[in-house]
């Protein structure tokens, strides 16, 4: 126990999850006197760390960036923490708290935050090896280690954790079964409707689920260790069980310290959340408030305010209950609930709107007379959820009829965080309300994103309210008469639109010059200012990319796809998607030669995948010779024109469709623009063309065209909204010249145009007026940039082929014309591809210190390596060491020169040379791994964001008379650390080999390959 030594009252805590943790944050918030000392037991070794975000672990596995707050966070409050203590008994009599090893803790105020345990029903093998719950990161390291011997597992348990802990076994790879006795997923929030859909969306996964039945047996081997489940009439095979079958309230504690407890579990509370010792309170998951345990966390953080309001102001607020109104992103689908959702259908009026197609299912609760919302579900579109929910909030009487609420809004500009009351709960994870993240700006001073959600914890939960919090902080910023800047980086204090206003007056046409003129003096750029920049001089002034090669990410570079271990993409464009039999044989001949899988697109195009850097130049001039050109698949440009049959061959066909389309993509390749663009023509309302699904689409009528605008599918899919109607070919093209050149002038750096006109102050009407009838008067200065753009286009592919020079840079090494494998090629299905990524794919720092032991590293010698004229200017190339691949830098001008391996430690991918060279905000050169925006410090090798376990080893590096030398080891010394044979990702690495011909498997999320929901690595580089 801690000495008292002031007249401090003493508050123990006994728990220290994310409620004991908001309870202590609050109690140091509202403790303006400073009365309080705080001491906490906490059993696990970690202190309080984010369970709601638990899955997230898997993708990094460090416990530290799970912590809700720093170590050193407690100490620097005057908090005593113990951690690995247990408090087994409270001597309510004497006010002491005494831990199983003997601590013991005087207390004036006890707050039991114990929360609960993970119920394990009574099934027959449940304590066999390969059986976990889902609870702790202890959990988590226990199936993570289990996972490497294993290939299918099941959670039991289809509910909010179920679903979790089915993502995390997908995670690592494993075959998935979701097991749920009741007749739906997730039942306590989705009704059957909701919760078959749900299912629907988990099977496109390739995770099975058995519904509506029981596991009366875990099965094991002689040695104990799973091998499946055993159900009433047949058997499952695996070796992992994860139980999620709910969980219970830790009240032992209170129990044996004679505090009053129900006979099923929970404390006894009232609405001071005191429990039958009036110095003993209890909050979250223990506390029995009005015979329900809360299991979300939002309502534990309401309980842990009351309390800390009430000790440190003498106040009597009270709790009356919690709302278990809660939006989530399960397996990647988006699915909400809220108010009184299983209301009775015969005191309520239930309103539905119900697309199997699209995969969306709305279900809104009204008062029988449609004045009150009073609760929904929402399946695959949440994002009227925040609206929704402070509409039943509020019990005002509606001022929109119940069926707009549904359908949504129809002007194309959607709902700004403006449009909520400040009641609005806005991270449904924390209960934070539109009023606090406001209150948090003004009140408390927050001044940046990160403070607001540090102060308030919105966004600190799945991360799926963030977008709102940032516009709710951008506005009240803005309306305290703070500076809010959308700046496009560190070093441009302009937004994207900005920086293309002031190029194109300016008529600037270099990026030295933009940055000397209008960016941050001294500096150099990075990973995003470089390619946005880049973006903005071609949708300019249209000459050749590569003429800025060192400001492009690789796709751009080197005019492909980058895919898996180095390899890359053709994608010749085939306009409309109409194609000559003799182009289709010269295609098949390409791919044989090269030998290249082959695959039909979405977009009408045939995709030739797995080409290595050094042969695009080669492969492209057979193409070219052929009569392709460049598709833009690898650009932020247009990319296809797709093209049903129309009246040529359909016979329901009312324009010549084929005919349009070609012409629209032929006039449009190769022009850029913020994001991609895809389009369409349909020949009649058939719409066989899926023109409604495009950036912008073309549906025939019988006196003309349609025009749809604003479009896409992907990721977030947005029907396109019409922006013209009953036009002719002329009028459409010179309504999209404008449209798409207003876009370009407009838009943010990669940004749709779906969110572009979401966030146009008017929506389309106020398009329309500009596109249309000219409101701004520049339709004229539209139409001219677009002609430009137009007449000065040539193939990108087509110049390099026939310009040796340009075909140089394709070389696989500089100082060598050998050649070296970098991913074994397997066959699947007659057709090569790259050998899978093994589950442990990261050589870390640890692993390469490990050879480094029995590798003699100290007989160096100066090497000499390749005239500097053979490196790029601001970008890098690679060259060949013995087996080992070393990537060369330079940048400001040429004056610094660096050398590193070219081995992205992260996926075992040879492609850092490739990546581009900038500055962080501290001055640090850096280079942004092209593969998944892994950025390395190119002075010391350390991985600068966040994955502490990766290092680059460095090397010593000199210019002497025009040439480039390097400070090396022996070959053979240096091969046993970084040899490409070494590391390269093999099938005998991976798990492809064990695989069963005609089945799929799952070979990880997104996130476990480093790839977020629409990106890879950070969306910022989404280039």
């Known amino acids: 126990m801690a000495p008292q030594v002031d007249n401090k009252q003493t508050i123990v805590v006994c728990g220290l999850g994310m409620v004991g943790l908001y309870f202590i944050e609050k109690l140091l918030k509202y403790d303006k006197k400073k009365k309080f000392r705080i001491e906490v037991f906490c059993e696990e070794p970690y202190v309080a760390y984010n369970r709601v975000g638990l899955t997230q672990f898997f993708s990094h596995r460090e416990e530290g960036r799970m912590l809700m707050q720093p170590q050193n966070w407690y100490s620097e409050n005057n908090i005593i923490v113990y951690t690995k203590e247990k408090a087994t008994h409270i001597d309510t009599a004497t006010k002491r708290v005494i831990s199983e090893n003997g601590i013991s803790a005087q207390y004036d105020t006890c707050i039991l935050a114990t929360g609960s345990y993970a119920f394990v029903p009574p099934i027959t093998g449940s304590d066999k090896s390969g059986v976990f719950v ?18 299918r597992g ?84 695996l070796e992992t069980v994860v139980i999620a079958a709910g969980i219970r309230p830790r009240d032992e504690l209170a129990r044996t310290s004679g505090i009053s407890t129900h006979q099923r579990g929970g404390v006894f509370v009232d609405d001071l959340l005191q429990t039958s010792d009036p110095n003993v309170y209890a909050i979250g998951e223990v506390a029995l408030y009005g015979g329900t345990i809360y299991g979300l966390v939002a309502p534990g953080y309401n309980m842990a305010d009351v309390v800390a309001n009430n000790l440190a102001n003498d106040d009597n607020k009270r709790f009356l209950g919690g709302d278990l109104s809660s939006k989530l992103k399960l397996l990647g689908v988006h699915v909400a609930s809220f108010g009184d959702y299983f209301a009775k259908d015969d005191e309520t009026m239930p309103l539905t709107y119900n697309d199997p197609f699209g995969s969306v299912y709305k279900k809104l609760i009204f008062s029988m007379d449609g004045k009150y919302l009073l609760g929904g579900i929402l399946v695959g579109d949440t994002d009227d959820y925040a609206k929704l929910h402070a509409l039943m909030k509020s019990k005002k009487i ?14 194309g500009q959607a709902p700004g965080a403006d449009d909520l009351p400040d009641e609005a709960q806005v991270c449904s994870c924390n209960n934070v309300s539109k009023g606090q993240i406001r209150d948090a700006v003004k009140n408390d001073e927050c001044r940046s994103i990160g403070q607001v959600t540090s102060c308030t914890k919105a966004g600190t939960g799945c991360g799926g309210c963030m977008p709102a919090v940032t516009e709710i902080f951008e506005s009240e910023m803005k309306a305290l008469g703070h500076v809010v800047t959308n700046a496009l980086c560190p070093h441009f204090s302009l937004t994207r639109v900005e920086l293309f206003q002031v190029i194109k007056i300016k008529k600037l046409t270099s990026f030295k010059e933009i940055i000397e003129q209008i960016g941050k003096k001294g500096t150099h750029g990075c990973e995003i200012c470089k390619p946005a920049i880049a973006s903005i001089l071609a949708s300019l002034w249209n000459d050749h990319i590569l003429n800025h090669a060192n400001l492009q990410d690789t796709n751009d570079r080197y005019l492909a796809n980058l895919q898996r271990g180095g390899l890359y993409s053709i994608v010749p464009r085939v306009p409309g998607g109409e194609i000559k039999p003799r182009k289709l044989v010269v295609l098949g001949e390409v791919a044989q030669k090269y030998e290249l899988y082959t695959k039909i697109t979405g977009g009408q195009r045939i995709d030739l995948f797995g080409a290595k850097k050094q042969d695009l130049p080669a492969i492209w001039e057979e193409l070219v010779n052929a009569g392709f050109e460049s598709g833009h698949a690898y650009g932020k440009a247009l990319r296809t024109v797709k093209s049903c049959v129309g009246s040529e061959w359909c016979r329901y066909g009312q324009r010549n469709s084929v005919n349009f389309a070609v012409d629209i993509e032929n006039r449009y390749k190769g022009i850029r623009s913020p994001h991609k663009i895809k389009a369409a023509v349909s020949g009649c309302i058939r719409e066989c063309a899926e023109a409604q699904g495009k950036d912008f689409g073309l549906i025939a009528t019988d006196v003309g065209y349609n025009l749809y605008v604003c479009g896409n599918g992907g990721s977030k899919p947005k029907h396109a909204v019409l922006l013209a109607k009953d036009i002719s070919e002329e009028t459409a093209i010179k309504y999209i010249d404008r449209f798409l050149m207003y876009y370009i002038y407009t838009a943010d750096k990669l940004t749709r145009t779906a969110r572009w006109l979401e966030k146009l102050e008017g929506g389309i009407e106020y398009l329309k007026r500009i596109i249309i009838d000219d409101h701004l008067g520049i339709c004229a200065e539209l139409e001219e940039d677009m002609s430009r753009l137009i007449y000065s286009y040539e193939c990108e592919w087509t110049k390099v082929v026939k310009d040796p020079k340009r075909r140089a840079d394709f070389v696989q090494f500089v100082n060598t014309d050998e050649t070296m494998d970098e991913i074994e090629i397997i066959t699947e299905r007659g057709q090569p591809r790259p050998a899978d990524w093994p589950k442990e794919c990261a050589v870390t720092e640890k692993d390469i210190s490990e050879f480094k032991k029995s590798t003699n590293l100290e007989s160096k010698k100066w090497v000499k390596i390749a005239p500097a004229s053979a490196f790029p200017d601001d970008a890098g190339q690679v060259i060949k060491y013995g087996d080992t691949q070393i990537a060369i830098f330079n940048s400001h001008d040429r004056t610094k020169w660096y050398a590193t391996q070219n081995m992205c430690p992260h996926k075992r991918a040879f492609v850092l040379s490739q990546g581009i060279v900038g500055e962080e905000d501290n001055g640090v050169v850096k280079v942004s791994c092209p593969m998944h925006k892994k950025n390395y410090s190119l ?15 460095t090397f010593e590096i000199k210019i002497e008379d025009d040439y480039v030398f390097l400070y090396l080891p022996p070959t053979q010394e240096l091969d046993r650390i970084l040899g490409t044979s070494k590391w390269i990702v093999t099938k005998k690495l991976s798990k492809s080999n064990n695989r069963k011909n005609g089945t799929i498997e799952i070979l990880g999320s997104t996130t476990t390959n480093g790839c977020a929901d629409t990106a890879c690595g950070d969306k910022k580089l989404d280039w």
Request: aromatic share 2%; charged share 30%.
């Open 398 to 411: 509606l001022t929109a009829p119940p069926g707009e609420l549904i359908l949504g809004v129809k002007s």
């Open 154 to 237: 099941a959670v039991i348990g289809g509910g909010l954790l179920g679903l979790e802990a089915a993502k995390a076994l997908m995670d690592l790879g494993m075959e998935v079964t979701i097991i749920e006795r009741n007749q739906v997923l997730m039942s306590r929030q989705l009704d059957t409707v909701g919760g078959k859909m749900l299912i629907n969306e988990v099977k496109k996964l390739g995770i099975k689920c058995i519904i509506g039945d029981s596991p009366k047996e875990i099965i094991a081997d002689k040695d104990g260790k799973v091998t499946g489940i055993r159900f009433e009439h047949y058997s499952i095979e």
């Open 134 to 151: 889902y609870r702790t990161i202890d959990d988590l390291n226990e199936i993570i280690e289990h996972s490497k011997i294993s290939k």
């Open 939 to 953: 002075d010391t090798g350390e991985c600068v964001s966040g994955d502490v376990d990766l290092k680059l080893m």
